[in-house]
């Protein structure tokens, strides 16, 4: 029988395979089920930040400095475009 898998799983088995270890974000209430699934799944560290242009603004320096793939994670509304205002500002 296969294993069943939520919409948090595969997305941690996508990044993984592209070298993701940490997540930045803020925790709000449709993103709860992320950080929930991080401390089950054991795969990634949740790095909560305060605003969601922070996530976005490390996210993106983790991956100028490293080299490989920076993670953010915002909630809906005014979250999801501060996370969008972040990465715009990175060009």
């Known amino acids: 029988m296969a294993v069943k898998k939520n919409v948090c799983d595969v997305l941690f ?5 592209a070298g993701a270890r940490q997540i930045f974000g ?4 449709a993103l709860n089920p992320l950080p929930e699934a991080i401390r089950r799944d054991d795969l990634f560290e949740w ?3 305060r605003h969601e242009e922070n996530a976005a603004y490390a996210a993106y320096s983790q991956a100028a400095l490293s080299g490989g793939i920076g993670v953010c994670a915002g909630t809906v509304g005014p979250g999801a475009l501060h996370v969008i205002n972040g990465l715009c500002f990175q060009q």
């Open 26 to 29: 803020v925790t709000g209430d």
């Open 13 to 17: 088995d996508n990044l993984h395979a």
């Open 47 to 49: 790095i909560a930040v």
